[in-house]
């Protein structure tokens, strides 16, 4: 279960690599998108005078959980200077900046320790032994296993302790436990749990299972366990999000029963069943850095996203109408297929993106992010150290400084039939000119996510796959016409078109087997992926922060080449590879 688990994990690392479909319409120019302001010339977030200082506050509360200062002080400090430099922008709008953000700043940042100190958990003693216990929990997540593994796994929140127990009350937990003996769990149920309680080791790794539960905030693991009873089934909504995820299985194997091993891709992809694949499945898929795939998050959310607009505009919605259709309907996935955090964070941008682009919002591609990270950090301040997070974030960050300016100038430059005016060229030629400026965009946005996700990758994966870059290149766009016409297939099958339902089925098929003859052979090639790992611990976030930082400052100077261009990431991390990092 621990390995299933990493792998879980590291599916982020292409999270937000597999959004680019999305955020590529939205963000750069000369695609088939709406007309809109390119981000490259317009980055203004002032929403990032709240988050990076409030990001701060996060990790200074984590690394000292333990301060003298009381949270309600800590909150207290941080709204009065927040009212102080509230008072100094209002009185003096046109006064220079730095007052009032010398104020703001660490009162954000101080409200960041506040909320982190109340949300870490007591340090279990290390020294404690082991021990039998019961608990009731309210299950918050169920891991994905198949019918034939030994233990089911999850998380949740400990509600109350038979035993006499000080500190565990409303904390999360992960539990493991015994298939045969125990109750399937559902999540949002609250059930009476017997097992072996043990403390995490104080300092765990960020890439093993138990750092990996450390940064979700947890501190305690269940194993061993028997699920006992049902203390409180789970509401209307998760009953119904359950039985329709039932009916949607259904739906997709239609037309596809004489092949299971296509159907248990298309599951996969379709509602994140990542169980139902073999064991030469995933080890393909893992190996070539294309198991993201089989994570509901930015590919699928951006790709449902695409095709729930497509049909409302093609029934002649209006756009605005269409966002406010669309985007519940979203949500409707989003929670059918488990609702998973990388799920509900990729809903979150889209629906940022969305709004501040279609309802004329002063913003833009960054503060539509922004605004996005915030809100997910006060839903649940845990995620900003989790490995799925700060991958997506940044790496989508960096589509938006550094890839769209980059789409654009390779699109400026892309002139294949300059000599000729443009009325005068034939179908070929045109294909041409529109092919090539679609190669270029998906060449400069993967570039950018490419190398914002690589000291990530090495620092939480050990991995270093450059063969991921070609390999997404080709499976994304694939994939993304399955999800499409899984959904169409969907819609049909709920309406009770079942020959459509069946058509689309085919065509899902159909492209679900070129991938797989892609994956197959692309993991035999040489170079597909290295082992490795920084030599430092630290090098990791430092170097990620870092390489955001130097495209913040690439798009200030509008990446111009006297300062550096858009080689000045690509230096360093080349600098990184070469003096930080330890291959084999």
Not at 322 to 348: E, K
Not at 421 to 449: D, M, N
Not at 456 to 484: D, E, K, R, T
Request: charged share 15%; net charge positive; glycine share 8%.
């Amino acid at each position: 279960m621990a390995a299933n688990l990493v792998r879980s994990a590291a599916r982020n690392k292409f999270e937000a690599r597999a959004a680019l479909c999305f955020f590529r319409r939205a963000a750069f120019p000369g695609q088939s998108a709406p007309p809109m302001a390119s981000p490259g010339s317009h980055a203004r977030a002032p929403l990032l005078w709240l988050l990076l200082p409030f990001m701060a506050g996060l990790v200074a509360g984590k690394l000292w959980p333990q301060l003298s200062v009381s949270p309600p002080t800590l909150a207290f400090i941080s709204a009065l200077l927040s009212l102080a430099a509230t008072a100094l922008a209002w009185w003096r709008p046109r006064a220079p900046r730095w007052p009032w953000a010398l104020v703001l700043v660490p009162g954000v940042a101080f409200a960041g320790i506040a909320v982190m100190t109340t949300q870490t958990p007591a340090l279990p003693d290390g020294a404690a032994p082991p021990r039998e216990i019961n608990v009731t929990l309210d299950v918050t997540q169920v891991f994905s296993s198949g019918p034939q593994t030994r233990n089911l796994a999850g998380v949740g929140r400990i509600v109350s302790v038979e035993e006499h127990v000080p500190g565990l009350t409303g904390q999360l937990v992960y539990f493991s436990a015994i298939r045969k003996v125990s109750v399937p769990p559902v999540r949002s149920g609250r059930y009476t749990v017997r097992g072996v309680l043990q403390p995490l080791p104080p300092e765990s790794d960020d890439a093993d299972f138990n750092g990996y539960l450390a940064n979700l905030g947890i501190r305690q693991r269940l194993v061993r366990a028997q699920i006992l009873r049902e203390v409180r089934p789970p509401g209307v909504l998760p009953r119904f999000y359950a039985a329709t995820a039932k009916r949607l299985e259904k739906i997709l194997a239609q037309g596809l029963d004489r092949h299971p091993e296509i159907v248990s891709v298309y599951l996969g992809m379709m509602l994140g069943q990542k169980a139902v694949l073999s064991a030469d499945q995933q080890n393909a898929y893992m190996r070539s850095g294309t198991f993201h795939i089989f994570s509901v998050s930015g590919l699928h959310v951006a790709a449902i996203a695409l095709a729930l607009l497509g049909l409302l505009r093609l029934a002649r919605v209006p756009e605005r109408a269409a966002v406010v259709i669309g985007l519940p309907v979203l949500w409707l996935y989003v929670q059918i297929t488990g609702g998973s955090t990388p799920a509900v964070r990729a809903f979150l941008m889209i629906a940022f993106l969305s709004a501040a682009r279609v309802f004329r919002m002063p913003g833009n591609s960054l503060a539509a992010l922004a605004g996005a990270a915030l809100v997910t950090l006060l839903l649940d301040p845990w995620q900003l150290f989790s490995t799925g997070f700060q991958m997506s974030y940044a790496v989508v960050t960096a589509l938006v400084l550094m890839g769209a300016p980059l789409a654009d100038k390779w699109l400026d430059a892309w002139r294949p039939f300059a000599s000729l005016p443009k009325v005068s060229w034939q179908r070929w030629q045109r294909w041409t000119e529109e092919g090539g400026r679609k190669i270029l965009a998906a060449f400069a946005g993967s570039w950018v996510a490419f190398l914002a996700s690589t000291p990530s990758g090495i620092g939480y994966f050990q991995l270093f796959s450059p063969g991921s870059f070609v390999a997404n290149l080709l499976i994304i766009p694939l994939s993304s016409l399955a999800l499409a016409a899984g959904f169409v297939s969907l819609l049909a099958g709920l309406c009770g078109a079942v020959p459509l339902s069946f058509l689309f089925n085919r065509a899902a098929a159909m492209l679900i087997l070129g991938m797989d003859w892609l994956v197959l052979h692309g993991t035999t090639l040489p170079g597909e992926y290295f082992h490795a790992h920084f030599r430092r611990e630290w090098l990791a976030p430092a170097g990620l922060g870092t390489l955001v930082a130097l495209m913040l400052y690439g798009r200030h100077v509008r990446w111009t080449p006297a300062r550096g261009g858009f080689w000045l990431p690509v230096f360093f991390v080349a600098l990184l590879l070469i003096f930080g990092v330890k291959f084999g």
